[in-house]
């Protein structure tokens, strides 16, 4: 029995498999959309679309370079089990070449991109059918530079960073590499105290001087005089949070700018912590398996 591309394509709507395996299912059972779609489901690959209400709070960061492109991205899974796993590894390196590549705006335009004879979004179908557990790309950055790019993955994917730097002077690789791992380590959030917008230190002003009015010692002392203090407080601030006025993580009597001197000029970081922000999972075994034991019954 013939098949068109329409009935790929209404396989493919109905099973949320990928266009390649829709096809090939349509194949192998010669044209007959319900043994297809029995096919599919047999392999394991129909059960992918199940899995998208399910929260994937998991997984790993990855970085990739390829000339003077650079990429940083995370994509998550269900299982701390999975992310370490070197299957799920090769699917966030191939990702990432194919963002490398394409440079899609966003996560929506990178679902669109081909990939393996069809777009991203049937290749992530078809890996969460393998891999069995929801697979889900949450984020990523490109940087295109005339300069030079660094980046550093911490403890298998748990956190990674991308460094930009400008103006490179000879030797300045080993430098460029410690400051990415300032950055992992540190988490500045700016460059430089420059950067810090005004609504940001107005925040930062507030909370201090309410700190020091609630503190016995400095309760009955003029506001003035407060707000003086606080003023000298932010140099602190300034130096937790800006990379260049950072202490360096390998010798504190020095500022990562003093470190790094004239050899490269930061343009710009990027650093992503998997999972920040995102809810987790917290059913215990006992309840899973409970679960497991009434949907089979039902």
Do not use: W
Not at 133 to 148: N, P, Q
């Amino acid at each position: 029995m013939a098949f068109t591309a329409k009935d790929v394509m209404e396989l493919r709507e109905k099973s949320g498999a990928g266009m390649l395996d829709c096809k090939k299912a349509l194949q192998d059972a010669d044209g007959d959309m319900e043994k297809a779609a029995e096919l599919l489901r047999e392999r394991g690959i129909a059960k992918a679309v199940k899995k998208e209400g399910r929260i994937a709070a998991e997984g790993v960061v990855g970085a990739y370079v390829s000339g003077n492109t650079g990429v940083l991205l995370e994509i998550n899974c269900e299982s701390d089990f999975v992310s370490k796993g070197e299957k799920f590894h090769g699917i966030v390196d191939a990702v990432a070449k194919v963002i490398a590549e394409n440079k899609p705006a966003d996560v929506e335009a990178l679902n669109a991109c081909p990939m393996e004879g069809g777009t991203v979004k049937d290749f992530i179908t078809s890996q969460t059918a393998v891999i069995g557990e929801k697979i889900s790309i949450r984020r990523f950055e490109i940087v295109e530079t005339a300069g030079k790019i660094e980046t550093y993955i911490h403890m298998g994917g748990k956190v990674g960073v991308m460094v930009e730097a400008l103006d490179c002077k000879e030797g300045f690789e080993e430098t460029l590499h410690d400051v990415a791992l300032q950055i992992a380590a540190s988490r500045p959030s700016y460059i430089t105290k420059e950067e810090v917008p005004a609504e940001v230190l107005e925040k930062e002003k507030e909370i201090m001087l309410v700190q020091m009015q609630n503190d016995e010692k400095n309760a009955k002392k003029p506001k003035e005089i407060l707000e003086k203090i606080v003023m000298g407080k932010l140099g602190k601030f300034y130096s937790e949070n800006c990379l260049l006025l950072q202490a360096f993580v390998k010798d504190d009597s020095k500022t990562v700018g003093e470190v790094i001197g004239s050899k490269f000029r930061v343009n710009k970081f990027v650093r992503y912590e998997m999972g920040e922000g995102l809810e987790k999972k917290s059913e215990d075994l006992s309840e899973e398996v409970a679960k497991q034991v009434a949907a089979m019954k039902k």
